[in-house]
């Protein structure tokens, strides 16, 4: 049954009593009763109004009043749907806090503009990459912040599928990539996102094979050339064709060169590549990377060793010869005819060291940060004469790095040169007795 017939049955109790009143006594003291009984009943009624009034008032933190009867059961019925709205609110802070939070963390910057392109919100790295701030920005034009004219087109074209790459107005270092994203009714995110390393890394790649074309585009044209000359004649003289035969095996090599070198950096670089820890016997090796100097040298420069550790090093036999090997081979390319290489193994504040210093035409301060890149020369010329690829410090850098080690170049212009790979103090490995030592074959 329904809610009414709470009151109909009280008003209906009254008016069955007064008519009693009537039959038992008299028509004046039922008129009597009637309007006490409803006098009553309506003063009762504003009361719990005003009940009603000044609990609704407190919002519903307290507990809804207790009665019987239909106000009992309009209070419970309140009540309840006051529960349910709090609880629901609470929810509802709960899930926008957690937006917040969230919000707040994503490395992206971004910012709610609404149907009018004013700022509603923004996150705290839109500060970072747009300048904006949210207390201060808010309910302004977004086109009033960020004034760059290609910005204001992009903005004005509602193009949501494109994205558009710029310089950060607050940092001109950093590069962005903006994109808008429409939702709600006519609202937009504007998501700006730093691309300033993903650019380099894309602008290195399309260095590195404008660098290898290059570099493979002159010996191809040389040896292609001469075939093509030789295959038109008819008649050549042994002379001639010897010649001709050793300048393309000069440059099949010079491009063989490049591609084993090509390979050795791709193989160092893939990362589930780890290097096999071996004791190596360092001393032994640098007198054998002494031998070599000498061959390649053919006796014209003076190749000293000087061992001043005994101590080995822990590491990649194969890796650390090859890189102590390029050093070598840079020394005797870049020093002239006469000049002097020491090789040395030395200790350093603990920490196992091994230099090349050579004598040679040295190299100016301004190149020495950028000699480990790949493909970077300070005399390009004298670098090829010599055969060189241009990748061997940046094969040295990787396989230091790979081994927790530094290279350190100190450098005069006409005076010469000393590489060194510095290694942690871990890698030292004190010499071991004569009888202990394992034989660690040189790789050849
Ligand atoms: P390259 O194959 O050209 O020698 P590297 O990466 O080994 O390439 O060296 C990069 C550049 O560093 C060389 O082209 C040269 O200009 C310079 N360089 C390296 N070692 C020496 C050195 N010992 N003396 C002078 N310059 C050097």
Known sequence: MGFWWRPIASLFGIGLIALLVWVGGSALMALGFLSLALLFYLFRQFWQENRLFRWLEKNGTTPAPLDTGAWGDIFYRLEKLQKRQNQSNSELVTALGQFKHAAEAVPDGIAILNQQDQIEWCNPASKRYLGLDCTRDKGQFIHYLLRQTQFVNFLSERDYSRWLNCRSPVNRDLLLSLQLVPFGSEQKLLIARDITELERVDAMRRDFVANVSHELRTPLTVVGGFVETLGEMDRLADVDLKHYFGIMHAHTKRMQRLLDDLLTLSRLESADNAITEEQIQVPDLVRELAREAESLSRNKHVVRVEIQSQSWLLGSLQELQSAFSNLVSNAVRYTPDGGQIILRWFEQEGQPVFSVIDTGEGIASEHIPRLTERFYRVDRSRSRETGGTGLGLAIVKHILTRHG????????????????????????????????????????
């Open 405 to 444: 080690a530094r290279l350190d170049i100190q450098s005069t212009p006409g005076k010469g040169s000393t590489f060194s790979a510095i290694f942690p103090a871990e890698r030292l490995i004190p010499a071991p007795a004569d009888d202990q030592k394992p034989r660690l074959a040189l790789v050849k």
